[in-house]
């Protein structure tokens, strides 16, 4: 299947700065007010109408009264996963249009509490209502089967595209079964789900301030807990003993030094490694007591450390060569894991001699 990727970026007005603004978009008789959206466009040769963004908030307008509008899709979109948040204040009064079938599975979490009792499911023409839906509950949508849904109150929440074949390549890398499906009570409670989606909310508005290996990571963390939770396997997951070797350890740490940007999958240091992608995310964990990820930001703030007390160099200098992508995100991941800001870290630890200047091209030789 050959995946390919449209990036489309527009001015926006200074106080929409977080939002790419598409304005009044005709579908059939209606019409989607004000969409904003920010989207990776992933796109295939056999289905081009995939369930994110734009594309979702059209399924939930047609049949609706043209006074219904999603006012908000915001969204960031990977092959592995699809992440698109969906505001509509109006509700949907009516029953929704059908998605289109294909392999994968929607993932519907609450940011909004839903009225008990108005909520109705139509699944391959079974009707269901739902209990009290809370703030974090969750709801599994198979797109094999014919769904449709309808919920008149106001709706904030997140869906999550999970394809079929991202489920697949961790349990075979995991070497468990496959799932045969992901299922719960609708509007069940789900703390987990609801903290990691809290935390990829910024990412949202702005996705260049996450990189390749946080989404990596974030993604597999998300269907990891998915299979876990609501898969039906026949077996736990494996437990896995051992580390990384001396020489895998040797150049995990390089690659991560030339890319303190982040912009490093983990499928690219898993192939360095000679391992499969949740196999080396578990041995590096045992090896360095943390992510590969949080890893990273570690050791994007011990340079920083040492630049701050060795140099003149400005912060906003600091932040570029750390691989921070401004002053702002230096400063707040330093001080979140330093608990004090770079400036008044600098004050109490700058050297009592002459400053060094450390060129840029020999940050990723400083020492761990």
């Known amino acids: 299947m050959t995946v390919l990727f449209d990036v489309t970026l527009q001015k926006v007005p200074s106080t929409q700065e977080r939002f790419v603004r598409v304005p009044w978009v005709l579908v059939g008789e209606f019409a989607l007010k004000s969409i904003a959206e920010t989207e990776l466009s992933m796109t295939t040769s056999s289905n081009p109408a995939n369930a994110y963004g734009a594309q979702m908030a059209k399924y939930f307008t047609m049949n609706q009264p043209h006074t219904v509008a999603i006012d908000s899709a915001v969204s960031v979109v990977r092959p592995q996963l699809a992440i698109t948040r969906l505001i509509a204040r109006s509700g949907i009064p009516e029953r929704t249009a059908s998605i289109p079938s294909e392999r994968a599975y929607v993932v519907s979490l609450h940011l909004n509490h839903?009225?008990?009792?108005?909520?109705?499911?139509?699944?391959?023409?079974?009707?269901?209502?739902?209990?009290?839906?809370?703030?974090?509950?969750?709801?599994?949508?198979?797109?094999?089967?014919?769904?449709s849904i309808?919920?008149?109150?106001?709706?904030?929440?997140?869906?999550?595209?999970?394809?079929?074949?991202?489920?697949?390549?961790?349990?075979?890398?995991?070497?468990?079964?496959?799932?045969?499906?992901?299922y719960c009570v609708y509007g069940?409670?789900?703390?987990?789900?609801?903290?990691?989606?809290?935390?990829?909310?910024?990412c949202l508005n702005k996705p260049e301030l996450f990189s390749q290996l946080f989404m990596d990571?974030?993604?597999?963390m998300v269907c990891s807990h998915l299979v876990g939770r609501y898969g039906?396997?026949?077996?736990?997951f494996p437990q896995h003993k051992g580390g990384l070797a001396p020489w895998q350890r040797r150049r995990v740490v390089e690659l991560l030094r030339e890319h303190l940007d982040g912009e490093i999958k983990l499928a690219t240091l898993a192939d360095e490694c000679r391992l499969s992608v949740s196999h080396f995310a578990r041995s590096f964990r045992v090896s360095f007591g943390a992510s590969a990820h949080r890893y990273l930001i570690l050791q994007r703030v011990e340079i920083a450390k040492v630049l701050l007390s060795e140099t003149t160099n400005s912060l906003v200098e600091i932040a570029a060569q750390t691989g921070f992508s401004d002053q702002a995100a230096l400063t707040r991941m330093f001080a979140n894991i330093v608990g004090t800001t770079p400036a008044k870290w600098r004050r109490q630890h700058s050297r009592r001699r002459s400053f060094v200047e450390i060129p840029k091209l020999q940050v990723h030789q400083l020492p761990e």
């Open 114 to 147: 839903a009225n008990s009792g108005e909520w109705e499911l139509w699944t391959d023409g079974k009707h269901a209502k739902t209990g009290a839906w809370p703030v974090g509950g969750v709801a599994m949508c198979d797109l094999e089967s014919n769904s």
């Open 150 to 182: 309808r919920n008149p109150g106001p709706i904030d929440w997140i869906h999550y595209l999970v394809p079929r074949a991202t489920l697949d390549s961790l349990t075979d890398d995991a070497g468990v079964p496959g799932v045969k499906r992901l």
């Open 188 to 202: 069940t409670s789900d703390p987990t789900l609801h903290h990691l989606t809290q935390s990829i909310l910024p």
């Open 217 to 220: 990571s974030f993604t597999m």
């Open 232 to 236: 039906q396997l026949r077996e736990a």
